[in-house]
């Protein structure tokens, strides 16, 4: 398991790093404080922005681990969120449309997964089909419009606070809690690394293959689902035409940075949420530099690729020097 | 003949660290013109290593290599190529989506104003193959095709290559003897030639049958060079093994024993395009051994029997019921268990760790939810480990880092963690040293004895006469035969493998 | 041969299938107009799709084609128009830059040794960066040259055309074809994709085959660009937006496996033409709101797919292959 | 959802001597864009005009296939909604010779030709900004000001106009300036992040006023600045554009100050030009401008009775 340190470290490297840029961005990042029992600060907006693609990014990692992908959790989030909206505006209770909008989320996995396993269509172009006609769903029950609502209980998913935490945040580290418990406390895990490294092999060694398949999307879609709420909860509306638009290249991109390769096999649920918590950690930094919109791009592109040069094998050691004087920096 | 000959490759104090292992450590070898060389040692000795390092396929550490008196330092195989040296590795790394021409001509193809000629790429490839006795279709992918002939296709490749230095590991691992024959007839040509041939093997009769001279390396040292024609049999094992044999006493037949109750009868099963019906059964406590040369369908009885292929015609009866296998799983529930011929393929899942490969069909018979703990876990690999003395620091290497045998050996714990009542074998010796040989065939001999019912598919006839009760023999894809009691002998095996049959073989798909 | 080319006769068949059923609702649509349209239309796609076929083969993904293909819209536009430089040496300077940008991208994939889809993405940022620096809105190229490009096209029998772009994506579906099934370069393509580390051992210079494929690839972005620039005649800097996507979705329901190493160039073109067709039906449906037309989308590709899956299944060859 | 196989009804109402029109709209991506498309089609129904609507699903790519086939389908006018300004000589050339008339909604584009489409109905988006910086200076009565800004989506057309328009407006006081701005990219999500950046990025209580490019912007804004504990409205003054009916309540609530109305009733203006060009060949003028109203919280209730089921 020293492997896994080794790569924890230089994710973690990468966060402080980033978590750097946005002290010298904004002085004072760093600070938290308490106000009537919840905390403010800059790593809670990280923490609160980074919620939704942190889910995707726990849903996506066993995914990608089977070598497969999920190009729907995007659309996925605008239908849960839309159903959400379009509940609690029936007049059911809040609770109510949790629970529908969890179950459209299952049911959409459950549609990609059949794709993926009893079709046997490249899992590519089978979750492309639902991001298209999901997002098509999505508006159909907004009708292009942002279906407000007033249900503070549903609004609350997102601007509630436990523990001095915003609820996103509780909400996506239990999410990554639990997957990672059910992936590693049972033999899930090494199932699906099994089936994404060697199908052939896992097949004739008794791996039950297409339920796993099966698994990894529906949960991928549960996932989403739990962003899409937190996405129509932060707004108090459902915005069918933009809520998670592109998020589903931020999730993947995640899940890459978190060392998984796309070629399936060996993955780690919590090197993903880093990798999820570095991207934001970039956003926000960019969002706050002042700089004009303009370069938002560039800087992206830049910050990206200063994260591969950093992770390059060939740099492995003078990053590991450099990271330990700049934690040193970043925590004086 | 050869002592007079001139060096031709010197390699001087090569190294090679892995982590956790020295692989190889201050090695010599030296080959010259017109010979042909066997480079021997236990499974993770280090040969592979040093051919690695002598084709570029990894760097070298430290030491030198010369050919022709001028140093050379290979930085790809292809740069080795170019200087004349090529090397057949021991897994085929041939290009399954590509055609059996293309692999063959890949990097050196043949072109007609500036594109490739593909008409005389499958014609020269046709030809080349013939000389193998394959009378395949080059135009076909290579995937169509079982290991066996991909070895041939990959041996042929590397001898339409190689100018100066030819590298065989391990290549008659998977080739019955009528292709050894030939591989063996080509191997004396080219050293003829000139070249200098250096040959991996665990089969010793081979050594002997073909070889000039002999290193050997254990524990990724070199042990010294010899002779073959002065190097007695027991020296050379003892050299290898270092310490003398536990007399290889496995290969005198038993006394027949009063076999045990029927556990698997098998009626009439069949698959279009893969095999013709076969009746077979085997008993608890007994070993069916199956024999047959390539392509005979061996292979596919087993796929049949573990249900990895769904039969179209027939039954299998288990303790007396008659039940359907919809998948590996149904058989593995019934108490199979499958190590497949095709190690890389259908055997390791290279990623994972040794332990993870070891416990894999355990914990699928177990379910995802019962997860067996991480220290049961690492308790079964390690008591493998150690009974079938698997080469490693630890069993948290990835499997895909271990060497040829010991990955053969990781994937035969893998079952036998699983204390299956039937344990088919396709190949279970294939790539194992002579001391792992003799320990593996006394293991399954002590699983029969314990009343394990074992389908035993090898091409090693003697074996196969040594260990088994009764013997199916395989030919042309359909049952030729089933000898037991007295008639399984060598000779009455091969005579039944041999014997021309006038019937024509089932089409072939693909 | 045929294990490999039933993936694309299935696909084939399922694109001649559905355009007939699309013929018998809408008749018109056997005009030669609808179907030098269908080529016209896509051409920027198809372009793209010849690069990414390339990419896919080899085992690898190029999300970058889209922006790249925006930022040569406006930096034709700023040239043309900006700088006045006559077209043609744009167009060079444009192809050029293209595929020193794609050698780049190789590089790094190669040298950094990180999965082709972060670098990518990587590139499409910057390239979509480098655009809006450029200019943020769009430019109109009113240059006279581009009026007589445009001009330029082939009358098919009855009232179609068949646009000078559209013969250029031909063109390169031609030599694209030529270059991976005939050449070395193309054989390595597929070796690389096979297995990148038994290529190696089989002596095949992967570095340079990686670059070789995303310069490739690049190079027809930059095509694309150029080709959307005609057909608008002008330039912007959010031009084609997601339509790398498009482009992949193209390569593999035109039977290329995304795991590289097996598919064809013939097919990528019936992808293209089969996802123009859905959006052809849908304009002459004309119907649909926006919800409706994503859901169509979404069911047309299912259906198209679906079929395909069901020809392969039930034409799969048995016995011992794969 | 209204599917059904309207191909034919093209043919049908051609026969009942009614006009077929084919309309390019750019897609769904705002409450607004919905509510254009739902006013084309109710305001056709009225007139009995048959409505071909096609969606370009944000490309242009998609917006000339679809003027291509509407041209091949033979209808008697064209709406077109254009996602970008330039680009669209060659097939609004097609329309010419195909003599089929084409009306542009909402906005301009940018061509040498004029006389390839009949007329343009929209509305003037560097006056919708001039409108939010005077209404901002009057209301500030000289007071100094630091106003953050909220853009669109960068590149957009509407953006580069609707951010020098407010920069007009406020040209002339000396005392109120823009002091940081960042794209919203016109989504709701989006303007709250953006807002929250600011309020953190900005010493408490400096931030005089917030002027978002459209309505969702600001809705979203709106929460990050209650979430901050701040209150909009009063803390920080807050103005956008577009008049969407959410906008509205929030004004009601004394959430919002101003907003500057984009109706999204262009498609009946056009209508009426296209028919009294059909009927005796009337030529309308090239540019039908729809006002820039400003609303503020005094008739707010009423407006959004009035709007909300348009939306
Ligand atoms: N890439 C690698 N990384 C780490 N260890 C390795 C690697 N390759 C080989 N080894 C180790 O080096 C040692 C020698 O391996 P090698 O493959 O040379 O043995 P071998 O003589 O070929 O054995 P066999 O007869 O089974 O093929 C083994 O202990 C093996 O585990
Ligand atoms: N000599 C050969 N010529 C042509 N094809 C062959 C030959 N040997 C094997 N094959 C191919 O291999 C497949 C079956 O061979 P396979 O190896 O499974 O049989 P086998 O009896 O298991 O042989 P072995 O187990 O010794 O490799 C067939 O589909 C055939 O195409
Ligand atoms: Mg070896
Ligand atoms: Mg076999």
Known sequence: ?????????????????????????????????????????????????????????????????????????????????????????????????????????????????????????????????????????????????????????????????????????????????????????????????????????????????????????????????????????????????????????????????????????????????????????????????????????????????????????ACQPAIARLTARLTRKGTA | MADTAATLLSARGLTRTYPGVRALDGVDLTLRAGEIHALLGENGAGKSTLINLLTGAQPVEAGSIHLDGREVRPRSPADAAANGIVAVYQEITLLPNLSVAENIYLGREPTRFGLVDRARMRREAAVLLSRFGLSIDPAQPLSAF?????????????????????????????????????????????????????????????????????????????????????????????????????????????????????????????????????????RQGEVLGVAGLLGSGRTETALLLFGAERADAGEIIVDGAAVTLRGPRDAIRLGFGFCPEDRKLDGIVPDLSIRENIVLALQARLGWVRRLPLARQRELADTYIKLLNIRTPDAEKPIQLLSGGNQQKALLARWLATKPRLLILDEPTRGIDVGAHAEIILLLEKLRDEGMALYVISSEVEEVAAYADRVMVMRERRQAGMLTGGDVTPSAIIDAIVTPVDMPPPGRAA | ???????????????????????????????????????????????????????????????????????????????????????????????????????????????????????????????????????TDSIPVRHEFYQTLSGLSLSLPGSGRLGLIAMVMLLAFVLGGVLLHFTRAGLRVYALGGNARFAGLMGIDTARTTILVYGVSSTMAALAGIIFSLYTRSGYALTGVGVELDAIAAVVIGGTLLSGGVGGMAGSLIGVLIQGLILTWITFDGSLSSWWTKIAIGMLLFIFIGLQRLILQFSAPTGRTG | ???????????????????????????????????????????????????????????????????????????????????????????????????????????????????????????????????????????????????????????????????????????????????????????????????????????????????????????????????????????????????VPDIFKAMADGDANATVELTPDMASRAYDLLAAYKKDGTQPPKWVQTPSTLYLPDTAAAEYERRKDLY
């Open chain 2, 146 to 282: 079982s290991t066996a002939v991909q070895q041939l296709i990959a041996i042929a490749r590397a001898v339409d290559m190689s100018a100066r230095v030819l590298i065989l590991d391990e290549p008659t691992a998977s080739l019955d003897s009528a292709e050894v024959a030939v591989l063996f007839r080509l191997m004396r040509e080219l050293a003829a030639s000139g070249m200098a041939v250096l040959f991996v093997t665990h089969f010793l009769d081979q050594v002997y049958e073909v070889t000039h001279r002999i290193t050997v390396l254990r524990g990724g040292k070199l042990v010294g060079e010899r002779k073959t024609a002065e190097l007695p049999r027991m020296d050379l094992v003892a050299m290898m093994l270092g310490k003398l044999p536990s007399g290889d006493s496995h290969l005198q037949r038993h006394a027949a024993r009063e076999p045990g109750a029927a556990f698997v009868t098998v009626k009439g099963l069949g698959k279009r395009h893969l095999v013709a019906p076969f009746s077979a059964e085997v």
């Open chain 4, 1 to 243: 959802g209204d599917k059904g196989g309207a191909g034919k009804a093209a043919d049908a109402g051609k026969a009942a001597g009614a006009l077929t029109i084919g309309f390019s709209q750019i897609g769904s991506e705002s409450g607004w864009r919905a509510a254009e498309t739902k006013l084309a089609k109710l305001e056709a129904e009225k007139r009995g005009i048959n409505l071909k609507v096609s969606d370009a699903q944000q490309q242009q790519a998609n917006q000339i296939k679809a003027i291509r086939s509407f041209i091949a389908q033979g209808v008697d006018a064209i709406l077109l909604a254009p996602v970008i300004s330039s680009g669209w000589d060659e097939v609004l050339g097609e329309a010419k010779a195909a003599n089929i008339p084409v009306v542009l909604l909402d906005r301009q584009i940018d061509t040498a030709d004029p006389s390839l489409y009949l007329s343009a109905v929209t509305s003037d988006t560097v006056e919708e900004g001039r409108v939010a910086g005077r209404w901002l200076v009057s209301t500030l009565a000289g007071r100094d000001c630091r106003v953050v800004e909220i853009q669109g989506t960068i590149g957009a057309s509407l953006v580069a106009n609707r951010k020098k328009g407010f920069e007009e407006g406020i040209s002339t006081a000396a005392n109120v300036q823009i002091v940081r701005t960042q794209s919203g990219e016109f989504t709701r999500a989006k303007g709250k992040e953006v807002m929250e950046g600011f309020i953190k990025a900005e010493a408490p209580g400096t931030i005089c006023a917030v002027y978002a490019h459209n309505d969702d912007m600001m809705i979203g804004a709106i929460q990050a600045m209650k979430e901050a504990g701040l209150k909009p409205g009063s803390d920080i003054l807050a103005v956008s554009i577009d008049a």
């Open chain 3, 1 to 135: 041969m045929n294990a490999r080319t039933l993936p694309f006769l299935a696909t084939l068949g399922v694109f001649i299938l559905l355009y007939a059923a699309c013929a018998i609702q809408y008749p018109s649509m056997l005009s030669s107009r609808v179907i030098g349209n269908l080529l016209t239309d896509n051409a920027f796609l198809g372009v793209l799709a010849v690069g990414m076929t390339f990419v896919i083969l080899s085992g690898g993904i190029d999300l970058s084609v889209g922006a790249v293909m925006g930022f040569t819209t406006v930096a034709l536009a700023v040239m043309i128009e900006g700088a006045g430089l006559h077209p043609l040496a744009s167009f060079t300077i444009v192809l050029v830059g293209g595929a020193a940008f794609g050698c780049g991208v190789g590089v790094a994939i190669h040298w950094l040794k990180a999965p082709p889809f972060i670098v990518t993405l990587t590139a499409m940022f910057l390239a979509r960066g480098a655009a809006l620096l450029l200019s």
């Open chain 1, 1 to 313: 398991m020293s492997g896994w340190f080794m790569e924890a470290r230089s994710r973690l490297s990468l966060l402080a790093l980033v978590l750097l840029a946005n002290v010298l961005v904004a002085p004072g990042f760093l600070e938290l404080r308490l106000v009537d029992g919840r905390l403010f600060g800059g790593i809670i907006d990280i923490l609160n922005r980074g919620a939704p693609v942190m889910l995707l990014a726990v849903g996506m990692a066993p995914v990608i681990a089977t070598r497969g992908i999920d190009l729907s959790v995007g659309a996925v989030m605008a239908i849960a969120g839309a159903v959400a909206a379009a509940t609690v505006n029936a007049g059911h209770a809040w609770p109510v449309a949790v629970i529908a909008a969890l179950g459209t989320g299952l049911a959409c996995g459950l549609w990609n997964g059949i794709l993926v396993t009893i079709f046997r269509m490249q899992p590519i172009v089978a979750t492309l089909i639902l991001m298209v006609a999901g997002r098509g769903i999505a508006q159909m029950i907004t009708e292009g419009r942002v279906l407000t609502f007033t249900d503070d209980g549903l609004a609350g998913v997102s601007s509630a606070s436990l523990l001095g935490l915003p609820l996103p945040v509780l909400i996506a580290l239990a999410a990554a809690i639990v997957t990672g418990l059910l992936v590693r406390a049972t033999a899930l895990g090494l199932f699906v690394e099994a089936v994404g490294t060697s199908p052939r092999a896992a097949r004739l060694a008794g791996v039950p293959a297409p339920g796993i398949l099966i698994g990894v999307y529906v949960w991928s879609g549960l996932m989403a689902a739990l962003a899409g709420l937190i996405a129509a909860a932060d707004i108090r509306g459902a915005d069918a035409n933009n809520a998670g638009l592109w998020l589903e290249l931020d999730a993947i991109l995640a899940v890459v940075i978190g060392g998984t390769s796309l070629y399936g096999g060996r993955f780690s649920i919590g090197l993903s949420v880093l990798g999820a918590l570095i991207l934001q950690g970039m956003r926000t930094c960019i969002l706050r530099s002042g700089l004009p919109p303009e370069l938002n791009l560039l800087l992206m592109a830049l910050v990206i690729a200063l994260v591969l040069v950093v992770q390059s094998p």
